[in-house]
């Protein structure tokens, strides 16, 4: 069960994000402060993720990685779903953070599609 969230700033796919196939990649990363998880979306254009936020949230307290991407999934498609997108797929990428990094950041790719 994903943690609940408060969502500090709605996500919004820019037209730009999307590649010829109708498809964004968007990363999803962040850090543990005081326990809670804040997590940024930015989406990335040729591989290269951009200066731009494009959405962010702040979870309940919580001390596990897996369950911030887990609780990013749930927000991500939820705001899929709003816009007549659809998330096509996610990876989770926290194996990435070295083992002392581990306990305090998470990150994911997430694949949205906007064809109908």
Known sequence: MPLSYEVD??????DGAFDKNDIATILVTGGRYGGHWQLT????????????????I??????RPDMAIDTAVVW???ACQ???FKLAHFENKNNLHSPDEAPYFASGLFFVDRRK
């Open 41 to 56: 979306a930015i989406p990335l254009v040729n591989g290269v993720p951009t200066d731009e936020a494009i959405g962010q």
């Open 9 to 14: 700033k709605e996500l919004e796919v820019p």
């Open 58 to 63: 702040m979870t309940a307290q919580d001390n």
């Open 82 to 84: 709003k816009a007549d």
């Open 76 to 78: 991500i498609n939820d």
